[in-house]
Structure formats: C-alpha cells, structure tokens
C-alpha cells in the first residue's frame, strides 16, 4: 500500500471503533453519492464476506508462522509460469527462473542480539540468463533491486517482474531482486526501539490564519476521493482542479494574506533531536540494504522504489552512491518541503531563550515551506493515533476475522479499477498474500512516524536533502541519472518531482559535475501504484530508461 492509500485505510479503520466519527464518515459518503455521476463497476468479482474472511483468518492463525510464505507462493506460482517456492539445482540452467530467497544480515552492534535471527531480507529472484557454448566467456550480470512502499512487500510487483524480465532485450543476463524491506512482507521482523523517541517531540502545532477550510474531502460533483482522485465506486475523479480549496484551503476575505503561523519556543522544542531520530529510522533501512548487497556480492545495482521505499531509495544513494547505477523513483514519499521540516534554515536560527511567532505566508509551491499539503485533510484523530504511535494494521488485528472483510472491500475495488486485473483467481490470491504480510505485527508499521510527520510529509525533505548535500556527495549523486515517474491519477504531487529535478540541476551546476540524465514521466490510467495499474507504459519507460 502506498503511503497515503495507508493513512486513508487508518482513518476508516478508526471509524468501526469510534462511533461519532463513523456517522460522520457515513454521511460524507451519502453526500458525495447524491453527486456521483455513473460508477463502472470492477469487471472481476471477489469474495468479501465473512464466511470467506473467515476462512482467511482462520487459516493465517492456525499457520501464524509460515503463513505468510505459504500464501506468496501459492499467489506467485499462479501468476509466474517459471516461480519455485526455494532455488532449485535442476533450475540453474534455464534461461529464466524466478523463487524466494532469505539473505541473513550480518548482526548489528548492538548490546542486545537475542533477535539476531530476525535480521534477514526475503526477496523474490527473477532471472535471465543467456545461453552461451561453454567455451565462451559469461555475459556480465544487470542487476536491478525494486524497493516497495509502506504497507507493501515484494509480490505487489509480480507483475513488473514478467514485464521487465522478458522485455530487457539489450540485456543478456539479468537478475532482478525485489526485496521485503526489513520488517515488511516476509523478511525479518525484529525488535528495534529507537534511542531519541524519549527525548523528541512527536509533532509541531501550527496555526493557521486567512484560510478557510473545506469540510470535506471528496469532490461533491462525481463522489471521487481528492486525497487520492478515487472513488469507491472504481472510477477516477477527473474533478479535482474544481475542488482545491478542500485540499489546501482557500484565502478568507478581508483576513489578509494566508499564512502558517508558528510559536518560536514550539518549534526550538520541536527540532530538539529530531535529526537523530529520522537518521535512526533511516538508518535501519539503509544498512540493511547495503548489507544485504555486501551478502550477495553485488558491486552496483540499478534501482526502483515506490512511496516510502523511494525515499529510502534516495538516502541510500545520498550515503552509497557508488553503489547505485540507474535510479527509477515511482512517486516517492517525503519530497514536498512543508511547516513540518526540521531542516527549514529558519529554524535552525532560533535559541531556547527565543520568543514570539514565525510567520510563512502559505504556497501552492512544494519546494517552499508554507506549503500544506495535504494538512487539512488530515483529522485530529488521525494525528493524535500518528503521535501516539498507533499503525492501521494494530486495527486490522484488533479485527480478527473480520479482518480480511475489511481489508478486500477496502482494496479489491482499487486494486480492479484500472481494468489491468481481469482475473478472479489472481485478485483473490494477492488479497489473502497482501492480508499474510499485513496482519503480524513489525516495527515498521511505525517506523514511518519518526520519518513523517501526520500529514504523512518528511520531516527532513527530499528537497532538503539534496540541497544538503556534501561536495563529493552531490558530484556523484547529480551525475546519476533519475527518472521520477507518477501515475495520473496519482495523489502524490507531481510538483515534487519536477521540484526535484530542478533542485539536482542546481546543485550540479554549483559544483563540478555535469548532471546526468533527469527524466519526468506520468503513467496513462495509474494512481499511485502506477506499477500496478498500468503495468504495461510503467515497465516500457523503466526498461527504456534503464537501457534494457
């Protein structure tokens, strides 16, 4: 799941255990129906009873410990004709093959190592290799690492997998490596606590001044979702321009200009630590990447990452940039500069004696902090669970065995809209791989709060970071090439990554490198797993990009 499609999932898990805002969360959803104009249905059917949700849940516990691998190979083994659940010897000799493979990780330095056994990488392994006479000298190996988004794991790119694989045809032998993160899908989930969460405050308050906010979020003409130009109903919303104030609120008359307005003391509090605690998040991600490289024997891998796995695909490239060829970023998370980023260099001026209020009049740009986002579609719910460290999937246990209920009627509607899953079978089958992974419980469920703030933005930017960068460091990072890819329809802000690749150039003009190759796509008929919606135009602009 992407990072907002999560944080939207929050908010409704919330409303089957609180009672006013279920009322309120039904009656947003009559209003926008009065509006709605003609819905397509999904073309594939799914089962989302409670027999059904039963069954899987039933099945998930009474297999709690290797579940999970169970349900991605069976999903895998129907939508892969050459997948094997393990690496086998009688395979090695095909021109392709694909199976699941855990990498341990070297244990980390810590005091605490009685979970050591937990520090491991699942990843799905699709290869081609060429076939030469044995006289002949092996072709070199591509290989290419696809990082997933918050929620997610590896299988969500079953499909990319057979597209890459079979349409490289300027590589001989490629490996492709799709990764859980650590703590994600079927790789390691150990027990991390964090030193700075004690010493950190989770949020800053703002206020906001000159701007009235709209009340709901969905558009009132056609029923679409704006945090995510969707409906219930399987349609894009296609109204979003004609309903902007309900994202960022519009100017009130006569108020004067709109602005964000900050208390000095809350903000000297607030950046207390908080650096640390982002590159400790961080830095779980990043060195169990590079770990996992260091295992396998890999000198340089090309890269794709999607939402969260993209942002931690850019500081893995800030701290390893030799490491990394090629980098395809899917709508990465974290790039929009906002009230909420730690390294805004105004607040790097205040003292603990400071006091009084700043003042940022409010943008329509990413790339300046008096940008939004998406701040007034976000409840105070919403924020408090987020502050308090409370995942969607803590709700989805809670569920029990109507947990799958919820999860396909939240999931199968979306994951069909696009008409790329005409299969009953297949949609079936991810559902109850995405409910395995889904339902134990992992640090990383919340790891993404000390990264985020609640609005669901970076505390320490994309944008930030890439201004931030070391000499050496922007001279091999700027000579790379990038290409930022968003679906249409996608909620992430397309802004960002043109944001981005000015803010490459910039750095790359200021030093000694000459930029490498800076390419911006948008995906026809895709949200935000674009990958997913619209296989076909995603994998054709990565194979091209990555000279494949």
Same mark, same amino acid.
């Given at each position: ?11 409704? +898990? ?24 003609? %819905? ?33 190979? =069976? ?59 044995? #006289? ?22 079953? %499909? ?22 650590? &703590?994600?899908?079927? #790789? ?20 906001? =001044? ?25 349609? $894009? ?43 400790? +998040?961080?830095?779980?991600? *990043?060195?169990?990447?590079?770990? $996992? ?6 000198? =340089?891998?090309?890269? *794709? ?8 695909? *850019? ?103 696009? &008409? ?20 134990? +419980? ?17 505390? *320490? ?88």
């Amino acid at each position: 799941m992407a990072l907002m499609t999560t944080a939207t999932a929050t908010a409704t +898990a919330l409303t089957i255990v609180i009672g006013r805002e279920t009322i309120a969360q039904a009656a947003i959803g009559c209003r926008a129906r009065r509006y709605a104009t003609a %819905k397509k249905k999904p073309s594939v059917s799914y089962d989302s009873g409670i027999l059904n949700s039963f069954k899987i849940w039933y099945r998930e516990m009474s297999n709690y410990d290797d579940g999970d691998a169970f349900a991605q190979d =069976q999903f895998l083994s129907y939508v892969l004709p050459y997948y094997r659940p393990k690496e086998l010897v009688e395979d090695k000799d095909r021109a392709m093959r694909a199976f699941s493979v855990k990498t341990p990780l070297r244990k980390r330095e810590e005091p605490d190592l009685s979970d050591s056994n937990q520090w491991y990488l699942n990843e799905i392994r699709v290869e081609k290799r060429e076939t030469r006479g044995t #006289s002949e000298k092996p072709a070199e190996t591509k290989h290419l690492v696809m990082l997933h988004g918050y929620g997610a794991s590896s299988g969500w790119f079953y %499909k990319n997998y057979k597209g890459i694989i079979e349409g490289s045809k300027r590589v001989g032998n490629l490996s492709i490596h799709g990764l859980d993160m650590i &703590g994600f899908g079927l #790789s390691g989930r150990p027990n991390v606590r964090f030193a700075h969460d004690a010493d950190t405050k989770p949020s800053l308050e703002i206020e906001t =001044q000159g701007i009235r906010w709209g009340r709901y979020a969905v558009c009132l003409k056609c029923g679409g979702h704006l945090d995510g130009k969707h409906s219930t109903g399987g349609h $894009w919303c296609s109204c979003a321009a004609e309903e902007e104030d309900l994202r960022r609120g519009v100017a009130a008359g006569g108020g004067g200009p709109a602005s964000v307005v900050v208390k000095k003391e809350d903000v000297y509090e607030y950046v207390q630590n908080q650096r640390a605690l982002v590159a400790e +998040a961080e830095d779980v991600y *990043v060195e169990s990447l590079e770990r $996992w490289r260091a295992a396998n024997g890999i000198e =340089q891998f090309d890269l *794709v990452a999607h939402s969260l796995g993209g942002y931690l695909a *850019v500081c893995y490239v800030l701290r390893y940039p030799g490491r990394v060829g090629r980098v395809v970023l899917a709508s990465p998370g974290g790039v929009e500069r906002t009230p909420f980023a730690v390294s805004n260099p105004d607040y790097a001026r205040l003292g603990p004696h400071d006091r009084g209020t700043l003042r940022m009049p409010v943008s329509n740009r990413v790339d300046e902090y008096g940008f939004l986002g998406r701040y007034g579609l976000t409840g105070s719910v919403f924020r408090l669970l987020w502050r308090m460290r409370v995942s969607v999937f803590t709700f989805l246990r809670w569920l029990g065995p109507l947990g799958p209920s919820v999860l396909i009627g939240r999931n199968a509607a979306k994951l069909a809209r696009s &008409g790329n899953i005409q299969d009953s079978r297949e949609l079936a089958l991810f559902l109850r791989y995405v409910y395995s992974c889904c339902v134990r +419980a992992s640090f990383s469920e919340t790891s993404i709060m000390r990264i985020f703030d609640a609005t669901v933005v970076g505390k *320490v930017p994309v944008l930030d970071k890439i201004r931030d960068m070391a000499p050496a460091t922007a001279a091999h990072v700027c000579a790379k090439d990038f290409l930022w890819i968003y679906g249409e329809h996608d909620f992430m802000y397309r802004a960002c990554g043109r944001a981005a690749i000015e803010e490459l150039r910039r750095r790359a003009h200021a030093g000694p490198s000459t930029p490498g190759e800076y390419r911006f796509r948008t995906v026809a008929n895709a949200g935000h797993n674009m990958y997913l919606d619209n296989d076909g135009a995603f994998d054709r602009e990565v194979i091209d990009f990555l000279r494949y």
